[in-house]
């Protein structure tokens, strides 16, 4: 990780109230935004990212040079579009791309946080961009839009602030965090906690648990793919010739894949955030301050709902999605649904996913012809 990252930020006016009971003094948040608000302020939609993602939804990475994890869904003649929106992306509190988060110095000392940062939560997340979207002088957001955990933001922004939100568009998410899920994200945090170098989280920056964070994000990654996507990509096929070597080098093209998915993630991320952002997403309960029923927690909200789910995505399988869905009609909300066919497994919404540009494209004109 570079701290010389000169990302765009905002020091919040106020300390942040988090779930924990916990302040979070004055808190950073880093974010871009893309396109010109309007007079009235009402083309501004939230992009909320995923666990490994961050503010660069639009725009080359500061750090790899890549473009932004959402060109396919953000740019000129794109659903979502600077001619059109106003777009703002920031980095979650717990991150590391210029956000407060483990990484960043403590206000008493100026060393890094640690394990000093208080654990966070998604609604702590949303409540570290709603007061961005203050400070920017926004009062009602045109949509809240995420894939994974920011399908989570979404929908926690629909909860939180009910009033400020138009539409919610929820990609590839759940409603809250399943045993399966938790137990896959604490073999990544042990992987990491055992890497001798983590030093209780009081490594020295450059100096982290690589080995262990590699490790992490191989296991993680997994989840994100599907079988048949493997299968297509990778089979059994060997990484060099047509014989075993019979040892425990990568002797298997996948082997190879996910050792460099590991390694090259090292680069870009932080342990400790890691452990973080984890650790929230598997707080992650929309029903839990309602007694359980999810119902409840759209009761206040007035915005229009869709959510996408895809066939082949069993991190967060279209019965989640339906979850939600049916929850909404519940609520007396309007929703649509869309599962749609892909190989890609979980990491579809990130990728050229048929069908997928087309329903965001018509559901936000939808909401904007209704304004």
């Given at each position: 990780m570079s701290p010389s990252i000169a990302h765009q930020t905002l020091r919040l006016a106020h300390d942040l109230p988090l779930d924990s009971g916990q302040l979070l003094p004055r808190p950073t948040v880093a974010y871009e935004t893309l396109g010109t608000l309007d007079a009235d302020r009402s083309n501004a939609i939230l992009i909320c990212h995923a666990l490994t993602g961050d503010q660069y939804v639009g725009t080359d990475h500061p750090l790899t040079g890549k473009p932004g994890w959402w060109t396919r869904m953000v740019g000129p003649g794109r659903p979502i579009d600077p001619a059109r929106h106003?777009?703002?992306?920031?980095?979650?509190?717990?991150?590391?791309?210029?956000?407060?988060?483990?990484?960043?110095?403590?206000?008493?000392?100026?060393?890094?946080?640690?394990?000093?940062?208080?654990?966070?939560?998604?609604?702590?997340?949303?409540?570290?961009?709603?007061?961005?979207?203050?400070?920017?002088?926004?009062?009602?957001?045109?949509?809240?839009?995420?894939?994974?955990?920011?399908g989570m933001q979404a929908l926690q922004w629909a909860t939180?602030?009910?009033?400020?939100?138009?539409?919610?568009?929820?990609?590839?998410?759940?409603?809250?965090?399943?045993?399966?899920?938790?137990?896959?994200?604490?073999?990544?945090?042990?992987?990491?906690?055992?890497?001798?170098?983590?030093?209780?989280?009081?490594?020295?920056?450059?100096?982290?648990?690589?080995?262990?964070?590699?490790?992490?994000?191989?296991?993680?990654?997994?989840?994100?793919?599907?079988?048949?996507?493997?299968?297509?990509k990778f089979g059994r096929h060997l990484q060099q010739g047509t014989e075993k070597r019979f040892g425990f080098d990568a002797?298997?093209?996948?082997?190879?894949?996910?050792?460099?998915?590991?390694?090259?993630?090292?680069?870009?991320?932080?342990?400790?955030?890691?452990?973080?952002?984890?650790?929230?997403?598997?707080?992650?309960?929309?029903?839990?301050?309602?007694?359980?029923?999810?119902?409840?927690?759209?009761?206040?909200?007035?915005?229009?709902?869709?959510?996408?789910?895809?066939?082949?995505?069993?991190?967060?399988?279209t019965a989640e999605a339906r979850r939600i869905v049916q929850a909404l009609v519940a609520a007396g909300r309007h929703a649509s649904f869309v599962e749609l066919a892909s190989?890609?497994?979980?990491?579809?919404?990130?990728?050229?996913?048929p069908g997928l540009n087309d329903v965001i494209d018509g559901f936000l004109k939808a909401v904007e012809q209704n304004a």
């Open positions: 106003f777009i703002i992306c920031s980095n979650v509190i717990g991150g590391c791309m210029g956000s407060e988060g483990p990484a960043s110095p403590h206000p008493e000392d100026g060393k890094p946080w640690g394990l000093r940062f208080p654990v966070v939560t998604i609604a702590d997340m949303v409540r570290a961009q709603a007061g961005l979207i203050d400070a920017l002088g926004i009062d009602t957001l045109l949509a809240v839009v995420g894939g994974s955990m920011g939180s602030y009910p009033q400020r939100v138009r539409s919610v568009l929820a990609i590839a998410t759940a409603a809250r965090h399943s045993a399966q899920n938790i137990a896959f994200h604490e073999v990544g945090r042990q992987a990491i906690m055992a890497d001798p170098k983590w030093k209780a989280g009081a490594y020295a920056p450059g100096n982290g648990p690589a080995n262990g964070l590699a490790v992490a994000r191989m296991a993680a990654h997994i989840t994100y793919l599907s079988e048949e996507g493997l299968t297509a002797d298997f093209q996948v082997e190879s894949y996910l050792r460099h998915q590991g390694m090259s993630f090292v680069d870009r991320f932080d342990a400790n955030a890691y452990l973080y952002i984890t650790r929230a997403l598997d707080y992650f309960d929309l029903a839990e301050g309602y007694g359980g029923k999810l119902a409840d927690a759209f009761a206040a909200t007035r915005a229009r709902f869709c959510v996408i789910s895809f066939d082949s995505d069993w991190l967060y399988p190989p890609f497994g979980h990491d579809a919404f990130l990728l050229d996913t």
